[in-house]
């Protein structure tokens, strides 16, 4: 079992910065994926970054390529993503989420963390 907890979520003004956090806890993280998701009030959720635990490989949507960057602190067991240039179209609910390698689905979640981004 895995559980996550994010923080860092907030209101921040266009052109602004924030870095969210997800601490993870349970059980080792070798073999996961972990990875960042939004959703939008009235839209479908929408993948944003993940990153490989072991190896540190990333990967990220094209919406926010250059913008955002995934990390992770293997001592900490933490994930952040870090936002710059925020648009009020990055205004929604931020998810972590952890994917065993090899599963299509990511099988555990946070409760989200909002993210507001005022023009």
């Known amino acids: 079992q895995v559980q996550l907890v994010e923080s860092g979520g907030g209101l921040v003004q266009a052109g602004g910065s924030l870095r969210l956090s997800c601490a993870v806890s349970?059980?080792?993280?070798?073999?996961?994926?972990m990875g960042w998701f939004r959703q939008a009030p009235g839209k479908e959720r929408e993948f944003v970054a993940k990153i490989s635990w072991g190896a540190g490989n990333t990967y990220a949507a094209d919406s926010v390529k250059g913008r955002f960057t995934i990390s992770r602190d293997n001592a900490k067991k933490t994930v952040y993503l870090q936002m710059n240039n925020l648009n009020p179209e990055d205004t929604a609910v931020y998810y972590c989420?952890?994917?065993?390698?090899?599963?299509?689905?990511?099988?555990?979640w946070g409760q989200g963390t909002q993210v507001t981004v005022a023009s």
């Open positions: 349970g059980r080792t993280l070798s073999g996961y994926y």
């Open positions: 989420a952890a994917q065993l390698y090899g599963r299509s689905s990511f099988d555990y």
